[in-house]
Structure formats: C-alpha cells, structure tokens
C-alpha cells in the first residue's frame, strides 16, 4: 500500500523568507509521481509542483522549488520570498490515489 | 477555458437519504477522479473513470458509486447516507489516465444531519 506522511501540521514563515514543508512517501513502484497542491479557503486545489520520480533534476515552479530523495523516499517543497497569497493548506500526493494530511501554512506581514 | 466544474456546491440532506454529486470536467478530459475530504481522514480518493469505466477504486463501502457518461461527465451517487459522509467531494479531471497532474474543481460541501 502507498502511504504519505507529512510530519508538520503547522508551519509558519514571516513575509519574504523562506519555508520548507516536509513529506515522506512510500510505494513499491519505481516509476512514479510526487506532487505538490495547495488550497486556500476557497477549497479549489490548486497543483503547485510536479515531480517525476525517473528524474533526478529537482522540480522548480518560480518561487517554488522540490527536494526530491528517491532512496530516502523524501519530497520536500521549499517556498522562497513568502507571500501573504501563499498562505493555504499544502498537500502532498503520490500519483493519484494517495495524499498527506497536509500542512497548514501561516504567512506573517 | 472552463475549469472542472462541480454542483451543487453546497447540499445538506438527511440520514438515510440517497445525494447524486455532478462532476463537468475540462473541455477534452477524459479522465474524472473522485476525492473525499474530512478533517480527520484528509483526501481520500474514491474512484477514477477514464473513457466510461472505472478504472481504479478506493476503500469505500458499496454505497458509494459513480459514473461517466459518453461527454466525460460524472456523476457520483451515495445511497442511505451517514452523518460520517459529510464532507467535501472534490472532483478532478486530466487529459489521460497518467497522473501528471489533475485540475481539481471547487467541490461540493455535502451535510448529512
């Protein structure tokens, strides 16, 4: 069975710096997804990143930027120069079927 | 371009009722995914169409089904609810049935009382 575990339920970050959200995975299958989505109060889940597991390079969506461990099994995402529109509850997905239970982000003007 | 569209997107019914959940993918989507989301159990994935047939299914009790009709349209049906299916159902939708990455709708606030 699939599991992802995201270890902080909260997390929260002072405007301009910088935040690393945690998450572990586990699967049996070698070739796979990790993603990361958001969802603020509207509740639309919004797809922050994207990784494929067969590629080493790590993701980068501007701001946002992936840590990617394969044998560790680790999918951190990293968020530079916060943004009060970054506050939302984060999740990480491996592929479609599996989520964490997310990371509640605070941004502080 | 029209997002995923979900309606209602608020409902509330009583126990033991049956609700009917309506899912409008992306223009050219073939692929609808079904999410629950509670507080306490996060997203769970209830089911995935692609082309009108199921294709994966979670760990969900029979009452739960769900459907896709021929414009990739789905619809998702829970019968003699429970007030522990009060939730948001999220819909999702992709081109193909390869997970790189969905487009989730608004969802639907189901209430059961």
Request: aromatic share 12%; charged share 15%.
């Amino acid at each position: 069975a699939q599991t992802v575990t995201q270890s902080q339920p909260e997390m929260s970050v002072q405007e301009a710096e910088t935040v690393t959200l945690s998450c572990t995975y586990d699967t049996s299958e070698s070739d796979y997804y990790l993603f990361w989505y958001k969802q603020p109060p509207s509740r639309q889940m919004i797809l922050v990143i994207r990784q494929e597991a067969y590629k080493q390079q790590n993701a980068t969506e501007n701001r946002f930027s992936v840590n990617f461990q394969k044998a560790a099994k680790s999918f951190s995402l990293k968020i530079s120069d916060s943004q009060l529109g970054d506050a939302a509850m984060y999740f990480c997905a491996l592929d479609k079927l599996t989520f964490g239970k997310g990371t509640l982000l605070t941004v502080n003007p | 371009k029209a997002g995923v569209t979900q309606t209602p997107r608020y409902l509330i019914k009583t126990r033991g009722q049956q609700v009917t959940l309506s899912c409008s993918p992306i223009s050219g989507h073939r692929s609808v995914s079904w999410y629950q989301q509670t507080p306490g159990q996060g997203l769970q994935f209830l089911f995935e169409y692609f082309s009108e047939t199921q294709r994966n299914k979670g760990n969900f009790p029979g009452r739960f089904s769900g459907r896709q009709f021929s414009n990739s349209r789905s619809e998702m049906n829970v019968s003699t609810l429970e007030l522990g299916d009060s939730a948001l159902y999220l819909c999702a939708s992709s081109i193909g049935q390869a997970p790189r990455g969905y487009t989730f709708g608004s969802g639907t606030r189901l209430t059961v009382v």
